[in-house]
């Protein structure tokens, strides 16, 4: 029964990543994929809808994680805490280790409009997550909605600075680099200029 | 020489809204449209590739508009007041006076996920821009995503704030709320919390 070991998503991703950088994404077909992961398409398509969902797999999860993050947070938790915790969590867990695939997902969606929009769209859905779950906590709306964005905003700028640099510094200090920035910038003058 | 009047593009834009509104944009056609504005579809095709690309008039102008604005500038300008001064221009010159207009295009386009997509790709346009035009200036790559993301979201949250309201204030008294709440969310605690 190898097409239910436990790691057959990891290497059907493996290998669509592989082709995908190799000769193009609209050129790589399913069959290619499995016969690269040793796998049948039959398991392939137990795992994904189509070859573009590789490229999003454990997506559907992310509304729900990012929910539970913000609903398990201690009460006195204010916004920033929350969401500095967050996005740490997230960068631990989900990105940490995996810098190379990464850098090759880049290359990919960039390579392509239409994977381009999809991956905007999962940002969108992850940010109305939050701003249900900050909404649930008792945040303004405004608040909540800011919250929400600004997070989105930490931690795409930051994955790209991680992703570009020449070293090999962890993901979690370009968050704390894009957060300490973010303040600065908006603390420049004391009021708010017309 | 009707089909050049100026009020062609406005005209066109108010019938293309009306129907998307009554009957739904999937099952408006451009003849419909057309002749509720009293105009040929020759005149139709002149201003627009398709009846989508109604809802996005004049976009193709906002990454270069955004460029010079930020261009033009004062050197000695920090950058909240540059983002400020840029999101006040846009709110009063391009959305104030709109709002019934604007929000029969936000029902339009939340019912329809490709419009959804394409409206997420225009906010990604426009922040490409900002970020190059902070370049330009001289901002560090990251000061720079990061103002073009934060302006991106103080002006999408306001712009809700301002559609959703009951009164009417202006859009640009929303603005400096957004930006005083992120202001204020983003200082609660004086060290970057982990």
């Not at 929910?67 to 997230?90: E, F, K, N, Q, W």
Request: charge should be neutral; glycine fraction near 6%.
């Amino acid at each position: 029964m190898s097409r239910w070991r436990p790691d057959a998503r990891e290497r059907l991703e493996r290998a669509a990543l592989e082709l995908f950088a190799e000769q193009g994404f609209a050129a790589t077909t399913v069959p290619q994929i499995t016969e690269r992961a040793g796998l049948t398409t039959r398991t392939f398509f137990r795992h994904y809808a189509d070859k573009r969902e590789v490229l999003f797999a454990g997506e559907a999860e992310l509304p729900a994680m990012a929910r539970r993050m913000i609903a398990d947070a201690p009460p006195s938790a204010d916004p920033l805490t929350l969401i500095t915790g967050a996005l740490r969590a997230v960068a631990d867990t989900r990105f940490e280790g995996r810098r190379a695939d990464l850098l090759r997902r880049r290359e990919i969606v960039r390579s392509d409009p239409g994977l381009g929009e999809r991956e905007l769209r999962k940002r969108a859905v992850i940010c109305e997550a939050v701003t249900a779950a900050c909404r649930e906590r008792g945040f303004p709306a405004m608040t909540a909605a800011l919250l929400a964005e600004t997070s989105a905003t930490l931690l795409f700028v930051a994955l790209q600075a991680w992703l570009d640099q020449d070293g090999d510094r962890p993901l979690h200090e370009f968050l704390d680099e894009a957060l300490t920035s973010l303040r600065s910038t908006l603390s420049v003058t004391g009021a708010v200029p017309h």
